[in-house]
Antibody, heavy 118, light 112 residues
Framework: QVHLVQSGSELKKPGASVKVSCKAF????????MNWVRQAPGQGLEWMGW????????TYAQGFTGRFVFSLDTSVNTAYLQIASLKAEDTATYFC???????????WGQGTMVTVSS | QSALTQPASVSGSPGQSITISCTGT?????????VSWYQQYPGIAPKLIIY???NRPSGVSNRFSGSKSGNAASLTISGLQAEDEADYYC????????????FGGGTKLTVL
């Protein structure tokens, strides 16, 4: 059974960094890309980008370049999202979701709430 | 990245049908049959309910259906039930090297 399990909530101070994990179960990890989606409190979904689980090549959406890094550890079927130099406006729930870029996101992690506050 | 346009809210009574629109451009919705719809309850991850404009994943009720005409896609929910009250988001592939996936702003469905 396919499921994606994300790491727990984080509370960080401005300027710090955070690394969110997304561990995949129940399918061949390298067969599907991993996407990251942001949802600010009370707001809609925003596609951040995706990473090829074959090549490790990331694609970042406009607005998510520079401070955001997608990475993989294929030995443990896990994708990571790292955000550097955190700002208050990074406060959001971050979801990982399986799917090739442009195609449907058929399985989602439960979400990781990141709160940035001094 | 400009989001696809959805109505902020729609409502309907149990048993009725409602339709949620999702308007884009010829570079996304109108140009490709890669429109998806997601259902999201508060505090829960989104769930895929329609993919490739009209297809339902296994296990999704046939009360949910999707369609497209020109640059606009639609999600129709027939036989409304209380459990359908949720937020609904459309998504489309977009002809953009940097942002090939775009979401709509979301629609809050209220079952009266």
């Amino acid at each position: 059974q396919v499921h994606l399990v994300q790491s727990g909530s984080e509370l960080k101070k401005p300027g710090a960094s955070v690394k969110v994990s997304c561990k995949a179960f129940g399918y061949t990890f390298s067969a599907y890309a991993m996407n990251w989606v942001r949802q600010a409190p009370g707001q809609g979904l925003e596609w951040m980008g995706w990473i090829s689980t074959n090549t490790g090549n990331p694609t970042y959406a406009q607005g998510f370049t520079g401070r955001f890094v997608f990475s993989l550890d294929t030995s443990v079927n896990t994708a990571y999202l790292q955000i550097a130099s955190l700002k208050a406006e990074d406060t959001a729930t971050y979801f990982c979701a399986r799917g090739e870029a442009g195609d449907a996101l058929d399985f989602w992690g439960q979400g990781t709430m990141v709160t940035v506050s001094s | 990245q400009s989001a696809l346009t959805q109505p902020a809210s729609v409502s309907g009574s149990p048993g009725q049908s409602i339709t949620i629109s999702c308007t884009g451009t010829s570079s996304d919705v109108g140009g490709y049959n890669y429109v998806s719809w997601y259902q999201q309850y508060p505090g829960i991850a989104p769930k895929l309910i329609i993919y490739d404009v009209t297809n339902r994943p296994s296990g999704v009720s046939n009360r949910f259906s999707g369609s497209k005409s020109g640059n606009a896609a639609s999600l129709t929910i027939s036989g409304l039930q209380a459990e359908d009250e949720a937020d609904y988001y459309c998504s489309s592939y977009r002809n953009s090297r940097t942002t090939p996936v775009i979401f709509g702003g979301g629609t809050k469905l209220t079952v009266l």
